[in-house]
DNA sequence: CGATTGCGTCAGTCATCACTAACGTTAGCG
DNA sequence: CGCTAACGTTAGTGATGACTGACGCAATCG
């Protein structure tokens, strides 16, 4: 099983995502702007941080790919990037079936106590 | 939209998760355990790190729900416990479902220009 | 019984990151 | 032109977290 260069994009930004999930502010944040566009203000208004910590975390967001920025004179407005989730969705997926069918084979394992071994699959 | 206890209960999982998944080394853990059970000591030989970071790593995953612990003899054994991933796929789900909506919703607003307003959907 | 194997846990270190205050920048108004 | 509004950016700080070495503990072997 080789990893190509491809794997590995798609694990960078993977990885990119889940980092940039895995705080709640963004999250709260990215819940807002999946629901409607909002300006920076706007969305800073919501939460009782500086507009500054707002701003770098819709930067985070930005470079993972979850949000998009639209200028509209002096704002910058801000809505949820549907496709942003698609690598992590499908790690997800993944995750899930191999641990289902892992855990199948373990209970028909345990069941039948045939002593199959399972040499090594790897 | 009120929050209640139990929002607040699956949010305090849906975090716990996405900060064990945040790890590059943690998905590598995740995924080793849900292609089969191995035991501490077989997934520590996996990576360059100490046993204690690798021990570390299967307490912060098991706290979060993502793997099972079983004992045999002095040996301890991991899998991957798929459930553990529900939640996330589930909040992805939404978020995914709403952000797109969103998108749609201002797609169509921009080609009819209608000025339809959105009235604070909130 | 003592010795070894297979692990987890503790204490400490270094890097990362979320946050704030101050400053820089661009777009509109008089 | 100057002035303000709405932002992003930079520098610095405190807390979190990934890692290592030393130690502790249960299970097995002699």
Redesign the pocket.
């Known amino acids: 099983m080789e990893r190509g260069p491809r794997d590995d994009r798609a694990e960078a930004a993977t990885d990119e995502a889940l980092?940039a999930l895995?705080?709640p502010?963004r999250r709260a944040i990215l819940r807002l702007v999946a629901r409607r566009e909002l300006?920076?203000?706007e969305i800073a208004a919501e939460f009782e941080?500086?507009?500054?910590?707002v701003?770098?975390?819709?930067?985070?967001l930005k470079t993972a790919g979850l949000i998009t920025?639209r200028r509209e004179?002096?704002?910058?407005l801000y809505r949820a990037r549907p496709e942003g989730l698609d690598g992590l969705r499908q790690f997800l997926d993944d995750m899930w079936a191999s641990s289902l069918d892992t855990a199948r084979r373990l209970a028909e394992a345990e069941r039948g106590l045939t002593g199959d071994g399972l040499p090594a699959t790897g």
Do not use: P
């Open positions: 980092r895995a705080e502010r300006a920076a203000g941080v500086t507009r500054t910590a701003s770098q975390h819709l930067t985070v920025e004179g002096t704002r910058r």
